[in-house]
């Protein structure tokens, strides 16, 4: 992401609603963990960083530990549409207390599908 955009983000209400996440977190597409520090992280139990592109799981891993999450961190290398995989890991429908993802969808294949995936992962609560 380039410095523009990132300062940008800082200006919108991004950052308040990111910490909002609370409970099991699904994160698609993390990235380097651009986001992590707008977590709250008293309000997480868990959080699974769904990041295909495995070049940027060391970037995602030096975040994590920076922010003191590796205990409730795991980083998923597969796709967000790769429901097999995320079942691997207990990520089920009606599962996740909250999902969250930051400039992701837009370069989807078929983001309504996804997006729709991602809902369906929610608690009934979830947000
Ligand atoms: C522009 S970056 C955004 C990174 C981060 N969310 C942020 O706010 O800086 C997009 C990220 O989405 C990931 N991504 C792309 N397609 C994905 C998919 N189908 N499932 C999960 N992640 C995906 C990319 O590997 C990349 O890390």
Same mark, same amino acid.
């Given at each position: 992401?380039?410095?523009?955009?990132?300062?940008?983000?800082?200006?919108?209400? %991004?950052?308040?609603?990111?910490?909002?996440? &609370?409970?099991?977190?699904?994160?698609?597409?993390?990235? &380097? !963990?651009?986001? %992590?520090? #707008?977590?709250?992280?008293?309000?997480?139990?868990?959080? *699974?960083?769904?990041?295909?592109?495995?070049? %940027? #799981?060391?970037?995602?891993?030096?975040?994590?530990?920076?922010?003191? =999450?590796? &205990?409730? *961190?795991?980083?998923?290398?597969?796709?967000?549409?790769?429901?097999?995989? =995320?079942?691997?890991? !207990?990520?089920?429908? !009606?599962?996740?207390?909250?999902?969250?993802?930051?400039?992701?969808?837009?370069?989807?294949?078929?983001?309504?599908?996804?997006?729709? !995936?991602? *809902?369906? %992962? =929610?608690?009934?609560?979830?947000?």
């Amino acid at each position: 992401m380039n410095k523009t955009v990132a300062a940008g983000q800082l200006e919108t209400n %991004l950052p308040s609603l990111v910490a909002k996440a &609370n409970g099991t977190v699904l994160e698609v597409g993390p990235g &380097n !963990g651009y986001q %992590l520090p #707008h977590y709250d992280k008293s309000k997480i139990t868990r959080i *699974y960083g769904v990041e295909p592109n495995v070049d %940027l #799981h060391d970037a995602l891993r030096k975040t994590v530990k920076e922010r003191g =999450l590796s &205990n409730i *961190y795991t980083i998923l290398p597969c796709e967000a549409e790769d429901f097999q995989t =995320l079942a691997k890991y !207990g990520i089920e429908k !009606g599962s996740m207390d909250t999902a969250l993802s930051v400039q992701v969808i837009y370069g989807m294949p078929s983001p309504q599908e996804t997006t729709k !995936g991602m *809902y369906e %992962l =929610l608690k009934p609560r979830g947000r």
